[in-house]
DNA sequence: GACCAGGGTATAG
DNA sequence: CTATACCATGGT
């Protein structure tokens, strides 16, 4: 399969997700839920090599039907900052990831880099989750809610004062007294103020589980970055009534653009 | 060894 | 409603 306009290392450094890794030349390891592909950079395209039964699963995950560039481009009005950021992010995409492997890992981000992130995430899923290959390239599944139900998260992985918060929250998915396929199909608000109850997760965590995970475009995620470029740049407030549609990636073009200009 | 990290909670005012 | 202390640990 081969997406066009798609740039895997831009991706990669994106921090919408964190199990993608490159393992050569122009090659990608992107590992989501127990499955993985192989993503190779061709100029401005991205070929995937994944196995038959799993292809409709990337397909929805890189949001094959839609040229994000396209979408980026509607960004481009009278703001010198926006019409840089999407420019210097050409290639971006919005991921759509697996909801639950999501809210772990974001409620893991909280004052945590990424390189730290990546990090603890790893180690969970090498401890508590399965050991696999594709094309000859091993990794380690993300642990499913069984398989970290009950286990003690404290001073192993990193976690410091979140483990306590991925306990309860796996506690609580076990026992289905959150559904998250249930929150998928609520509306934004309500959608919000359902995450919002879990321990550990606020209004940024929130935002980036409903963008990333749940299918909730206009999602804004604002994280120290996207404060200090709306402090910078839009003196405090920045103009959402501009910007309605598809939001998210525009969050996410400004916060690559932030982090590598 | 300081400083900061894709924040959230609890408490005080 | 806003302001502030505190949180536990790793990366740079």
């Not at 000859?136 to 410091?160: A, C, H, M, N, R």
């Not at 407030?237 to 590598?260: A, D, I, N």
Request: with cysteine; proline share 2%.
């Amino acid at each position: 399969m081969i997406i066009k306009n798609c740039n895997m290392k831009k991706i990669m450094e994106s921090g919408q997700c964190f199990r993608i890794n490159k393992i050569d030349t122009n090659k990608y390891l992107v590992i989501s839920k127990d499955l993985a592909c192989i993503a190779k950079q061709i100029g401005n395209d991205t070929e995937i090599k994944c196995n038959k039964k799993d292809e409709d699963y990337w397909l929805y995950y890189f949001d094959m039907m839609q040229d994000h560039d396209t979408i980026g481009s509607t960004f481009i009005k009278d703001d010198k900052y926006i019409n840089d950021a999407v420019n210097f992010g050409k290639g971006l995409r919005l991921l759509k990831q697996d909801n639950y492997e999501c809210l772990v890992s974001f409620i893991i981000s909280q004052r945590k880099n990424i390189p730290a992130i990546k990090t603890s995430i790893e180690s969970l899923s090498s401890t508590f989750g399965e050991k696999r290959e594709i094309f000859g390239v091993e990794y380690s599944t993300f642990p499913s809610i069984e398989q970290l139900y009950g286990k003690s998260l404290k001073d192993k992985f990193g976690l410091g004062y979140r483990a306590e918060y991925l306990e309860k929250l796996v506690e609580k998915l076990y026992r289905k007294e959150i559904d998250l396929e249930k929150i998928k199909q609520m509306n934004y608000n309500k959608g919000l103020m359902e995450l919002k109850k879990i321990k550990g997760v606020g209004d940024k965590v929130a935002n980036c589980v409903l963008l990333y995970s749940l299918n909730k475009e206009n999602a804004f995620p604002i994280d120290i970055w996207m404060q200090r470029i709306i402090d910078n740049e839009f003196n405090g407030e920045f103009p959402f009534e501009k910007y309605k549609h598809y939001k998210g990636l525009l969050q996410l073009y400004m916060f690559y653009y932030e982090r590598y200009k």
